[in-house]
């Protein structure tokens, strides 16, 4: 028996072992990658965390209090994510409090605004709720309950230099009666989601609670409920009119939100004008404080989400590295998560967000210190794909996987239709790898045969639709890149050897297709279309744009690979252009706060700005795209977070 089973685990084999028997009872899945703790390697629990404390322990922390405010007691406390045994009673730092929302009643876009410090001493402080019911501070007319913001600046002692352990964010719920006193609170949203043409006559309102509540949403009048208490609400809203816009607010035992706005999206056919927006790579920047909070850049992302809403935008498509990931903990990963949602919050309170998956939304297996990194398995509950899922409510109109032992498509892959609008969503991050060929896998940018038929499909479903005037395709890892990722992204510098790898009868097997020739495919597929106006990515935190047809040099497998090396143009092979049906735009926009990057030669964008330099132009500002479609148009302004326009395009159709 102990042979049978050193066999099957062997042969790459996940095996859950029930209890012993007179036979013993195996229930195996096959894992589609090799698991490098069978060929010995050691697994590393505390990766890449970014965040010493979760979500959950921040909200354990604050408890009910006295005449003067909360309480905030870190005792609790043994362990940091990373594994770090801590004593609390080493903890210090800062507590600032404000209102969150702040003068509610006279701000259409909700923030919080901090008023009172003080200080946090070994792991205990005061959260001083009674400074801000004092006359000159009660700006919120507040007498027995109110909702703030809590940011806690967090340190240890330690013998010889002592260490940050971050800044935290954390919106609660108060009530005075005498005592401060902690009640049930959102925590994130109420955020609202699904609004497509698809349902125009409905929408669903998200948030979570720091405590299990049945909650409800009021609209025009009328109750939707929650079946039963949770932490996590999605609540559907139906019967409404398409194209009209409602107010709403939600409701539990002895609380209602402020009123918010929302608006349903109009009928297939309807040529009311449309706006949306799009930006990605929101990962922390470089200089501490608001511009790496638990892993976010929200100091750019939270003016560029307010400037889509000043521009109007009907939804905000985002294009992935939410936040910094890389991590191994489930809980850091649900804390960076936590933190990128608040920075979209004002805008996601009464418009539409659609997020994509990033290289750095990696929830990893890692191995030998970082040598070795897969995605996170149980797929079905530990993968990034899951948390994704989970964290988001995204159309699950996404394909099936040609193998169940892979991650879900599902929230991650989907497509939508707004007004005259059509949007693709797809993941060129799917079941992340960064060892694929020793262990297997999917390298970034790849795209495996099942969602590239799954992409095709979308595209000529939305062709035969004569509702459908625009297809606006979106995804993490740019297909045309110009700068800081040429040396992976969907180009890897000509080197088509890269693919996709899964563990098949005991061994790694390789996809048939490189990523050159994977590359190409999307390339003829969008471009095959008269409807698509262009494919959009993030990754490289700039701006560009390139405007790809039949001249422009890109590299085929086929006739630029004279030495047989499986990399297309190099120095000394010609680098050919691809037969293109229609000229297409491929425009990158990760500019919401992380690190910038400068332009790095291409063969295309050589070519183009020697010979059609309006079709190409590059920035390393940090920028949001604001898209109108108006009639048989589909004009494009981009901006930067304070509101200069750098660049605009009257109509991505007009070459088409």
Not at 48 to 74: C, H, K, M, T
Not at 635 to 645: D, H, S
């Amino acid at each position: 028996m102990a042979n049978r089973i050193g066999a099957w685990l062997q042969a790459g084999f996940l095996c859950l072992l029930g209890a012993f028997g007179p036979i013993l009872p195996i229930h195996c899945q096959e894992l589609p990658v090799l698991d490098p703790s069978l060929a010995g390697h050691k697994e590393d629990q505390a990766y890449g965390v970014r965040n010493s404390i979760g979500i959950e322990q921040l909200y354990r922390a604050i408890q009910d209090g006295d005449e003067e405010g909360l309480g905030f007691d870190l005792s609790g406390i043994k362990t940091l994510l990373d594994g770090s045994i801590v004593d609390a009673s080493n903890i210090y730092g800062t507590l600032a409090v404000g209102p969150e929302p702040f003068e509610a009643l006279e701000t259409d876009y909700a923030y919080g605004r901090l008023r009172r410090k003080t200080p946090l001493e070994q792991g205990q402080g005061l959260i001083d709720l009674a400074y801000l019911l004092e006359p000159s501070h009660n700006a919120e007319g507040w007498e027995k309950e109110g909702e703030a913001l809590l940011r806690a600046e967090l340190f240890m002692k330690m013998p010889d230099k002592d260490r940050p352990l971050g800044m935290y964010d954390v919106p609660f719920r108060f009530g005075f009666q005498g005592a401060f006193r902690k009640l049930p609170g959102i925590s994130t949203g109420p955020f609202v989601s699904l609004v497509s043409s698809d349902r125009p006559g409905s929408v669903t309102v998200c948030f979570e609670t720091a405590e299990p509540v049945q909650a409800s949403v009021i609209v025009d009048g009328r109750r939707f409920e929650d079946k039963e208490p949770t932490k996590d609400h999605a609540i559907n809203i139906s019967g409404l009119r398409p194209g009209t816009a409602y107010s709403y607010r939600v409701a539990f035992k002895g609380y209602a939100s402020r009123h918010y706005a929302l608006k349903t999206a109009p009928l297939p056919a309807d040529n009311t004008p449309v706006a949306f927006a799009y930006t990605g790579d929101s990962r922390e920047g470089v200089g501490g404080g608001q511009e790496a909070l638990m892993g976010v850049n929200h100091l750019t992302f939270e003016r560029l989400a307010n400037l889509a809403y000043r521009k109007e935008a009907d939804f905000l498509l985002f294009g992935g590295d939410l936040f910094n990931g890389y991590t191994s903990s489930v809980e850091d990963f649900e804390t960076q998560l936590f933190s990128w949602k608040r920075a979209v919050s004002g805008f996601w309170h009464e418009r539409a967000v659609y997020p994509v998956m990033g290289n750095h939304e990696s929830l990893l297996r890692v191995f030998n210190g970082g040598d070795i990194r897969l995605d996170r398995w149980p797929y079905a509950t530990d993968s990034a794909e899951a948390l994704f899922a989970r964290a988001f409510s995204n159309p699950n109109n996404g394909p099936e996987t040609s193998d169940s032992r892979r991650p879900s498509y599902k929230e991650n892959v989907y497509s939508f239709q707004y007004g005259p609008v059509y949007v693709v969503a797809f993941n060129n991050n799917y079941w992340a790898s960064f060892n694929e060929k020793e262990f297997g896998g999917s390298p970034e940018g790849y795209i495996l045969e099942d969602q590239m038929a799954w992409i095709e499909s979308e595209v000529k479903r939305a062709e035969n639709d004569p509702s459908v005037r625009f297809i606006v395709l979106f995804a993490q890892e740019p297909v045309i890149p110009n700068g800081g990722h040429t040396d992976d992204a969907m180009w890897y510098l000509g080197n088509n050897n890269v693919r996709a790898y899964t563990m098949r009868s005991g061994s790694l097997t390789p996809e048939s297709k490189g990523i050159v020739e994977v590359r190409n495919e999307l390339i003829r597929l969008v471009a095959a279309s008269p409807k698509v106006a262009c494919v959009l990515g993030s990754d490289e935190h700039a701006y560009h744009r390139t405007l790809i047809s039949k001249d422009v040099p890109l590299g085929d497998p086929k006739k630029d690979d004279a030495n047989k090396n499986g990399v297309v143009c190099e120095q000394g092979e010609s680098c050919s252009a691809l037969d293109v049906g229609h000229p297409t735009w491929f425009i990158t926009s990760g500019g919401a706060g992380a690190p910038y990057y400068a332009e790095e030669p291409t063969p295309w964008n050589a070519y183009l700005k020697a010979h059609r330099p309006g079709d190409y132009f590059y920035s390393s500002q940090a920028n949001i795209l604001i898209f109108q479609a108006d009639g048989g148009s589909l004009g494009l302004e981009v901006y930067n977070p304070y509101g200069q326009r750098i660049d605009t395009i009257e109509d991505l159709m007009a070459h088409r």
